[in-house]
């Protein structure tokens, strides 16, 4: 298993572009997340998915979009990119089960915007 | 949601044992303790969790104090790869999964 993989790696913004965070996981995990982390502090948690076609707002959900269409992908989408946005992003999946705890997360997306 | 306290930073020198603690004064009945950690440039990886019983898992273990308001990670022999932050995270068994992360404690391990 590839577990949970994130694209880009890195990536630059203008403010005002768009662009979408790509996140997909192969462990058929129901319950999916998108956290940001700026520097020098924990995660926040952007939105979630309990399973396909249901998401929900998380701490900060301001300026994202996201959807589930599928078990596997839970695509970030941010519109009109500001400098507030620049951090380090996190996607992360749990089975979903009540004795499934862990929370297995993708490497991050690194942006930036100018 | 219940918030936790953990020491900014630490240090321990390799191959000895690390006790790291954490807080939970607020802690409800409910609450799950998890502990995970972030490697440099990595995203965070699960360590372990408990509810009121000492734990212990390949990775480390995890004793909770019988009032339930601390909790100490334990790493019985620190390694370079153990050098990361470490977060005490409280989940409400009733919640979704989401995980409310604080600073964490900073782990610095010398050769």
Redesign the interface.
């Known amino acids: 298993n590839a577990g ?1 993989t994130q694209t880009p790696k890195f990536r630059i913004l203008k403010i005002g572009q768009s662009m979408t965070l790509q996140c997909t996981q192969d462990m058929n995990h129901n ?1 999916m ?1 998108w ?1 940001r982390q700026d520097p ?6 952007i939105y ?1 998915s ?1 399973g396909a076609g249901i998401t ?1 707002k ?2 900060v959900p301001n300026g994202y979009n996201v959807s589930r269409s599928t078990t596997e992908d839970f695509p970030l989408r941010l519109e009109l990119a500001a400098p507030s946005q620049t951090s380090v992003y ?1 996607c ?1 999946s ?1 089975l ?1 089960l ?1 004795v499934s ?8 997306t690194r942006l930036t915007v100018t | 949601d219940a918030k936790t306290t953990q020491p900014n930073s630490m240090e321990s020198n390799e191959e000895e044992p690390v006790h790291l603690p954490c807080n939970h004064s607020t802690i409800s009945g409910t609450d799950y303790i998890h502990w995970y950690r972030q490697l440099p440039s990595q995203g965070p990886e699960y360590v372990i969790h408990g509810l009121t019983s000492n734990v212990n898992n390949r990775m480390a273990s995890l004793a909770i104090a019988e009032d339930r308001k601390s909790s100490t990670l334990i790493l019985h022999r620190a390694t370079l790869r153990d050098a990361a932050v470490y977060y005490c995270i409280l989940r409400d068994r009733r919640s979704q999964g989401n995980l409310i992360f604080g600073k964490g404690t900073k782990l610095s391990v010398k050769p």
């Open positions: 949970v319950y997340y956290y020098g502090m924990g995660l926040k948690l979630y309990v929900d998380g701490e996190f992360a749990r979903g009540a705890y862990e929370q297995y997360f993708g490497p991050g």
